[in-house]
């Protein structure tokens, strides 16, 4: 025991240092992407604050005035907020929007604005209108009866009024708009082809939009159908005397639907 006591106990203390991490790390970098973000948020205000009245009222009105797939650019004349989506107000969640709607409803809004306005402005003569959201078209039909004249191609004057109004609700939105001339069994009075003819409704109809309301021709796509999709059927499987088997189609896409 005192031999033990005389030779004594060493005690060694080792020290270890710890190494940086790979790199040094990644939490700093988030810390600096917030930094960096937050000074340009910082810099931004301050560039609004010291801008004149002027670049403000520019500013203030371009973001009002948003650029959206429907409606391209600023409207310079007016001074009514029309916020992305034309809806007013915040949403209560990241997916839904203002009065609750979500963005497939914002997407397909301008088609049933389109509906709408169809409905209000030519529901008097317009039968057949139906919005397919699924392939995302608007189809609505007019008797020919109501736009030529009697066995005949030409517009009837009385009939550039409900045209004109068309055109407009049209140039509300992009998109190609398919226009078919259909008819029922009995041949044309000018003894034309029936295919021939229906065509050449369809291209009437084409040619007042670019003529008289300066439309671009490439967003039309006319065609004759003749009384092969017939409205109505008669007891021998045949296009009844129908008003609505001598129709003019509207089918409104926001595709192109003309090359298809």
Known sequence: MAKDKEKGVTIVIKKVQAGHAGGHGGAWKVAYADFVTAMMAFFLVLWLTSADEETKAIVSHYFNHPNTPYNKGR?????????????????????NGAEGQVPEDLVQKPLRDLKEEVESKLGDITFGLELDSDVDVLKFSIPGDELFVAGGVEIRKDAYKRLDQLAGIFKKVQGNVLIEGHLDKKPPISGED???????????????????????????????????????????????????????????????????
């Not at 907020?81 to 915040?90: N, R, Y």
């Not at 300066?214 to 059927?233: L, T």
């Open 75 to 95: 409207d310079e004349k007016s001074a009514e907020a029309i916020p992305l989506g034309e809806k007013l107000g915040q949403g209560d969640s990241v997916s």
């Open 194 to 260: 029936p295919y021939l003819f229906s065509t050449e409704r369809a291209i009437s109809v084409m040619h007042y939009f670019v003529k008289n309301q300066k439309m671009d021709e490439e967003r039309f796509c006319p065609r004759g159908i003749a009384s092969r999709r017939a409205w109505s059927m008669n007891t021998r499987g045949l296009a009844s005397d129908d008003v609505r088997n001598r129709r003019v189609e509207f089918t409104v896409s926001l595709k192109n639907i003309c090359s298809e």
